[in-house]
């Protein structure tokens, strides 16, 4: 066997294992209106952070990866940064294990998953396009589709390190978990996270 394929076989073997993981802290929210996204369960006890644009009623469906579903309420929400956040009373088993974006380096590999209309559960890869700095966006060369709003952005291990919102241009938008964090803080949800 050649070694770049076993490079190749092992790096693939990693992002099955990360995407795995992921799909466990990724939900499918769906609204009144008949439009869902996604979700991520950000922290115990039973948060879960959405962008704005996904979260337009007060209460939501909302699915786990292990066929848990549960009515999850409206708790936050700035359409400036695109951001909501949600409650819900199900037993969650696993949460986000959040990293800084400031740390990102341009080319490094990210992850997105997600619900798009394509498929329940996907995921996706690309790469940072810059650094973050002080800015509450990351730009990657991702895919993203309707339905991937609110999933995690990850790097390679599996932290998450945004919360996936909008395509600019041709590269995925998301918004950095500094930012989040600073959302969480000013509506009086970080204790809870």
């Given amino acids: 066997m050649n070694p770049n394929d076993r490079v190749g076989i092992n790096l693939s073997e990693a992002v099955s294992k990360v995407a795995a993981a992921m799909r466990e802290i990724t939900v499918r929210v769906s609204g009144s209106n008949g439009r869902h996204g996604s979700g991520t369960v950000w922290r115990s006890p039973g948060l879960i952070l959405t962008n704005a644009h996904v979260a337009n009623s007060q209460v939501h469906e ?9 009515p999850g309420w409206l708790v936050a929400r700035d359409r400036e940064i695109d951001l909501a956040a949600l409650a819900v009373s199900a037993p969650i088993r696993r949460y986000a294990t959040i990293r800084s974006a400031c740390g990102l380096r341009t080319g490094e590999m990210v992850l997105a998953l997600g619900n798009p209309c394509d498929g329940h559960g996907s995921v996706t890869t690309g790469i940072v396009h810059r650094p973050v700095g002080k800015s509450p966006w990351i730009f990657s060369d991702i895919r993203l589709a309707p339905g991937n709003s609110g999933g995690p952005l990850a790097e390679s291990t599996g932290a998450v390190v945004g919360i996936n919102s909008m395509i ?26």
């Avoid at 909302?62 to 549960?70: I, L, N």
């Avoid at 600019?168 to 996270?193: D, P, Y």
């Fill in 168 to 193: 600019v241009g041709s590269l995925g938008c998301a918004i950095t978990a500094e930012a989040v964090e600073e959302f969480l803080t000013r509506f009086h949800l970080a204790e809870a996270a």
């Fill in 62 to 70: 909302v699915d786990f990866a292990d066929g848990t579903r549960a």
